[in-house]
């Protein structure tokens, strides 16, 4: 009886398990899917690589380190402030916003280069590789944006 039991328990949870690839927790990849009135559309391709770069930022952005001084703290929240902007002008298809954002975000990690040698070589190395990894996949996103949705009309 307690075989059997047993044999039931583990049929049920076999039956219910399932392998879940990798979870896109980016906020432009539902944006992107959708189609909106008036809004240019990407290829398959491009959608694919706006995906996975802006969701690799975004999990950089969330597990981003605290560090001991409080000055790179205050920028690496600044950085992650304009990178969220960065990534909400990509999904709104704003190019202003996107200029705006990526100059902010050229500012802010100027400003941490800058504070790097004030930290113990460990929390430098660490957020040298978090930089090296954003910065990374800012370039591939930039160079996966057709050059057709930035290029904008002039108003005569």
């Given at each position: 009886?307690?075989?059997?039991?047993?044999?039931?328990?583990?049929?049920?949870?076999?039956?219910?398990?399932?392998?879940?690839?990798?979870?896109?927790?980016?906020?432009?990849?539902?944006?992107?899917?959708?189609?909106?009135?008036?809004?240019?559309?990407?290829?398959?391709?491009?959608?694919?690589?706006?995906?996975?770069?802006?969701?690799?930022?975004?999990?950089?952005?969330?597990?981003?380190?605290?560090?001991?001084?409080?000055a790179?703290?205050k920028?690496?929240?600044?950085?992650?402030?304009?990178?969220?902007?960065?990534?909400?002008?990509?999904?709104?298809?704003n190019?202003?916003?996107?200029?705006?954002?990526?100059?902010?975000?050229?500012?802010?990690?100027?400003?941490?280069?800058?504070?790097?040698?004030?930290?113990?070589?460990?929390?430098?190395?660490?957020?040298?590789?978090?930089?090296?990894?954003?910065?990374?996949?800012?370039?591939?996103?930039?160079?996966?944006?057709?050059?057709?949705?930035?290029?904008?009309?002039?108003?005569?």
């Amino acid at each position: 009886m307690n075989k059997k039991k047993f044999s039931y328990i583990l049929i049920f949870f076999f039956a219910l398990s399932c392998s879940a690839e990798k979870i896109n927790l980016s906020p432009v990849g539902n944006s992107i899917l959708e189609k909106g009135e008036g809004v240019q559309t990407y290829s398959y391709s491009e959608r694919k690589n706006l995906i996975v770069y802006s969701s690799e930022i975004t999990n950089l952005i969330s597990s981003f380190p605290k560090f001991r001084n409080d000055a790179v703290n205050k920028e690496v929240t600044n950085l992650k402030y304009h990178l969220k902007d960065y990534i909400g002008a990509l999904e709104s298809y704003n190019i202003n916003g996107l200029n705006n954002a990526q100059r902010s975000f050229e500012k802010s990690y100027k400003k941490l280069q800058k504070l790097r040698p004030y930290l113990n070589s460990d929390e430098d190395q660490v957020l040298n590789r978090y930089l090296v990894r954003i910065k990374t996949n800012m370039s591939l996103l930039e160079s996966n944006i057709p050059k057709d949705s930035l290029s904008t009309s002039k108003i005569n």
